[in-house]
């Protein structure tokens, strides 16, 4: 079975900043590892995936993530963010054979002020 | 595409009524999911269906909880009692199968907000 740890609930940053939310996983099979965004009063947007390939991992509204299998890690970045992004961050893990159910982390909730 | 549609958004009840959720998926979508989401448990996966039938339903917390797909446009999840503890939203989630074994991308609704009194 897989497990998801995002190791911070609550991460506070000024706009403009670099911002960095921590995701570690734990499975005894490779897997695909997602970050899904929720906005308030909304549902899970899918941000990025990693499926195979390359390691580093672009989405929507300028996030990356880079897939660190040593370290068991899947952590998200934006070089500069924007009071928009201010929202709950999850990221999930499934294992890559054939159809798997996704496992959630807690959440990360970034806040950005000015 | 509207996206996953969710009826209601809202839903207030007393303890011991009966609650029924409802949800759309996206056209041609062959995977649908409800997930909980309380402060305390997170995003919980409840059951999910695979061409209308049910594949998985170990995440249903109890017999007071039953979900069924009549057809691939349309799902419900009724609550019968409904409990306190039953408080949560509520997400319906859909999936395009087709394009492989991969988990690859579930479209969520917006949720259902169910406070029970």
């Known amino acids: 079975a897989q497990s998801v740890t995002q190791l911070d609930s609550q991460v506070p940053v000024f706009e403009e900043a670099p911002v960095e939310l921590r995701c570690n996983y734990s499975?005894?099979?490779?897997?695909?590892l997602f970050w899904y965004v929720q906005y308030p009063n909304q549902g899970l947007q899918l941000l990025l995936k990693?499926?195979?390939?390359?390691?580093l991992v672009k989405g929507i509204n300028g996030f990356e993530a880079e897939f660190n299998k040593s370290q068991t890690s899947f952590h998200l970045r934006k070089p500069s963010v924007h009071i928009s992004d201010t929202a709950e961050y999850f990221c999930?893990?499934?294992?890559?054979?054939?159809?798997?159910?996704?496992?959630f982390g807690t959440g990360t909730r970034l806040l950005v002020s000015p | 595409d509207a996206g996953v549609i969710q009826s209601p958004r809202h839903e207030v009840t007393e303890m011991g009524q009966e609650v029924t959720l409802r949800c759309k998926p996206i056209?041609?979508?062959?995977?649908l999911f409800w997930y909980r989401q309380t402060m305390m448990r997170g995003l919980e996966l409840l059951i999910y269906?695979?061409?209308?039938?049910?594949?998985?339903d170990s995440g249903m917390p109890e017999d007071r909880f039953s979900a069924k797909m009549p057809n691939a446009s349309f799902s419900t999840l009724k609550i019968q009692p409904s409990e306190p503890r039953d408080s949560a939203v509520y997400f319906c989630a859909s999936r395009d199968g087709s394009g492989g074994g991969a988990a690859e991308t579930q479209y969520f609704g917006p949720g259902t907000r169910l406070l029970v009194l």
């Open positions: 056209s041609g979508h062959d995977y």
């Open positions: 499975s005894s099979v490779s897997v695909y």
């Open positions: 990693y499926l195979s390939g390359s390691t």
């Open positions: 999930a893990v499934s294992e890559n054979t054939g159809f798997q159910k996704l496992v």
């Open positions: 269906f695979n061409n209308n039938v049910p594949i998985d």
